[in-house]
């Protein structure tokens, strides 16, 4: 069994900055591909951003030039650093990932708990 959690959420005016972590915990796995999702209230949850295990990156256009995403694999954590954040950036924020796990080289999803963001203007 796998666990991901998050952390590094808060409230920040807008403008500023904040940088969010997703630390993965458990035994015999390794970290495929990983997202992070957020979710506003009222709204369905949004993919943000995508990174591979290469360090492959792809955004949603409403962050791209502003969000990081980033991972290390060697210490199975992931990253988002958010900079200039706007009040629409306001969300629960996910983290997800592919994950395999031994014995049997078996290929499962996962998501964190997630961890507040609020943007006030």
């Known amino acids: 069994q796998v666990q991901l959690v998050e952390s590094g959420g808060g409230l920040v005016q807008a403008g500023r900055s904040l940088r969010l972590s997703c630390a993965a915990s458990?035994?015999?796995?390794?970290?495929?591909?990983m997202h992070w999702y957020r979710q506003a209230p009222g709204n369905q949850r949004e993919l943000v951003a995508t990174?591979?295990?290469?360090?492959?990156?792809n955004y949603a256009d409403s962050v791209k030039g502003r969000f990081t995403i980033s991972r290390d694999n060697a210490k199975n954590t992931m990253y988002l650093q958010m900079n200039n954040l706007k009040p629409e950036d306001t969300a629960v924020y996910y983290c997800?990932?592919?994950?395999?796990?031994?014995?049997?080289?078996?290929?499962?999803?996962?998501w964190g708990q997630g961890t507040q963001v609020t943007v006030s203007s």
């Open positions: 997800n990932a592919d994950v395999y796990s031994w014995p049997g080289m078996s290929l499962k999803n996962y």
């Open positions: 458990g035994s015999a796995f390794s970290l495929n591909i």
């Open positions: 990174i591979t295990r290469e360090g492959s990156a």
